[in-house]
C-alpha cells in the first residue's frame, strides 16, 4: 500500500502515554508516604489575656501539671508555697498523673534559672510518661 502524499497512516498519531503515567504514579506515591512520616512539632504556650501577672493563672478544671523554676533553681509544684527537691520530681508527677490521666505537664523557668532543671524536670516528665510537656515564656 502506498502512502498519499499529505496524509499520515494512523500508527504515526499514536503517542504511548505509559512511560509518563508511571512516572506520575511513583511521584504521587512518593508525596503520599513521604507526608504521612512528617510530623510536625511545636511547643504550646499556655496563653491568657493577662500577660501581666506574676503567677500564671490556674485551671479552674486542674488539667495541668504546673512546674515553676526560681531565680536560684527552686522548684515550685502548682503554685505550693514550698518548694520541692530534685528527687520528689518524678514521684510528684506520678501522683499528679494518678489523679488525672489527662493531664500535661507545664513548666515555667525564670530568667535566671538553669536549663539543667528545666531538662531534669523535663526528663522525670518523660520517664512517668507524660506526654504533653508545654515550656512557657519566662516572667
Given at each position: 500500500?502506498?502512502?498519499?502524499?499529505?496524509?499520515?497512516?494512523?500508527?504515526?498519531?499514536?503517542?504511548?502515554?505509559?512511560?509518563?503515567?508511571?512516572?506520575?504514579?511513583?511521584?504521587?506515591?512518593?508525596?503520599?508516604?513521604?507526608?504521612?512520616?512528617?510530623?510536625?512539632?511545636?511547643?504550646?504556650?499556655?496563653?491568657?489575656?493577662n500577660n501581666n501577672n506574676e503567677t500564671p493563672p490556674q485551671d479552674d478544671d486542674k488539667k495541668n501539671i504546673l512546674f515553676e523554676i526560681?531565680?536560684?533553681?527552686?522548684?515550685?509544684?502548682?503554685?505550693?508555697?514550698?518548694?520541692?527537691?530534685?528527687?520528689?520530681?518524678?514521684?510528684?508527677?506520678?501522683?499528679?498523673?494518678?489523679?488525672?490521666?489527662?493531664?500535661?505537664?507545664?513548666?515555667?523557668?525564670?530568667?535566671?534559672?538553669?536549663?539543667?532543671?528545666?531538662?531534669?524536670?523535663?526528663?522525670?516528665?518523660?520517664?512517668?510518661?507524660?506526654?504533653?510537656?508545654?515550656?512557657?515564656?519566662?516572667?
Open positions: 500500500m502506498k502512502k498519499i502524499a499529505g496524509r499520515k497512516s494512523e500508527d504515526d498519531a499514536k503517542i504511548d502515554l505509559t512511560p509518563m503515567l508511571d512516572v506520575v504514579f511513583i511521584l504521587l506515591i512518593f508525596f503520599v508516604v513521604t507526608a504521612t512520616f512528617l510530623s510536625e512539632t511545636a511547643i504550646s504556650a499556655a496563653s491568657s489575656d526560681g531565680a536560684n533553681n527552686e522548684i515550685i509544684l502548682n503554685g505550693n508555697p514550698r518548694p520541692i527537691i530534685q528527687t520528689q520530681i518524678r514521684s510528684n508527677i506520678d501522683q499528679l498523673k494518678a489523679e488525672n490521666p489527662a493531664a500535661s505537664v507545664i513548666i515555667q523557668p525564670n530568667q535566671e534559672s538553669d536549663v539543667s532543671t528545666l531538662v531534669l524536670i523535663m526528663d522525670s516528665a518523660r520517664q512517668a510518661g507524660m506526654a504533653n510537656i508545654s515550656i512557657v515564656e519566662p516572667n
